[in-house]
């Protein structure tokens, strides 16, 4: 049906095929990228949770993971701010820091999940001008024949509701896909806020222990003056 299908009909069963294809790679990579980051990201949060100060998970900070970028960034600021720590003013910064690496994660790991809502909400639609297509190019060919005899027409009518059938074969997986990456990165965002939460409580802890004093230099000058 294929091959005897309008060049136009080619082209959209063609494009559908490789939508499909598509949305299928795109499932398989993201699936992938989504449970070992999850993974990741739980053996971490569950690590802060039962270290008692913030020295016992700094090198967790060695990685390029999720749970990492969060644990440098806290870092980060607290190594800034060690001319300046005050506790609800580093608090502050380092909850600022971690909602923009918990954006710039989300962010991340959205990418490509835009083009399955694209193709299932277009699929449809492009195998249904393919079927429009072949249904005309078979009228246009009853007219040229004089005849409207079934075994004329029904190929050609085929051929055309065959690009409708590739249409929602590509659109059904895309959409089913989308919503559960949709549920997937949610969850993984929730896990992203554990993860912070427990970063904030352990900085919070060691604030309030003062383990987290100012340089001696700093002492010093404040004691001078």
């Known amino acids: 049906m294929f091959m005897a299908a309008d060049i136009i009909v080619k082209a959209v069963m063609s494009g559908l095929a490789f939508a499909s294809v598509l949305t299928w790679t795109i499932w398989f990579a993201k699936a992938i990228e989504l449970m070992v980051a999850r993974r990741r990201l739980a053996a971490a949060t569950e690590a802060l949770g039962k270290a008692r100060t913030w020295a016992e998970v700094r090198n967790l900070q060695d990685g390029n993971d ?6 440098g960034g806290a870092d980060l600021e607290l190594r800034q701010s060690a001319d300046a720590m005050v506790p609800d003013g580093v608090k502050e910064r380092i909850g600022s820091r971690l909602e923009r690496l ?17 193709i299932g909400a277009t699929a449809p639609f492009v195998g249904l001008f393919g079927t429009v297509w072949g249904i005309m190019n078979s009228f246009i060919g009853i007219s040229k024949s004089h005849t409207t005899n079934l075994a004329v027409v029904a190929p050609g009518i085929a051929e055309a509701l065959l690009a409708t059938a ?5 659109a059904i997986p895309a959409v ?8 997937w990165i949610a969850g993984y965002r929730a896990m992203h806020a554990d993860a912070s939460a427990e970063i904030l409580r352990l900085i919070s802890r060691d604030l309030d222990r003062g383990a987290f004093d100012r340089p001696a230099t700093s002492r010093r000058g404040v004691a001078a003056e």
């Open 66 to 71: 999720a749970a990492a970028k969060l644990i």
């Open 166 to 170: 590739l249409g929602l074969v590509a």
């Open 102 to 118: 918990e954006a710039a994660a989300g962010r991340q790991m959205i990418r490509g999940t835009g083009l399955l809502a694209t």
């Open 176 to 183: 089913v896909m989308y919503n559960m990456f949709s549920r």
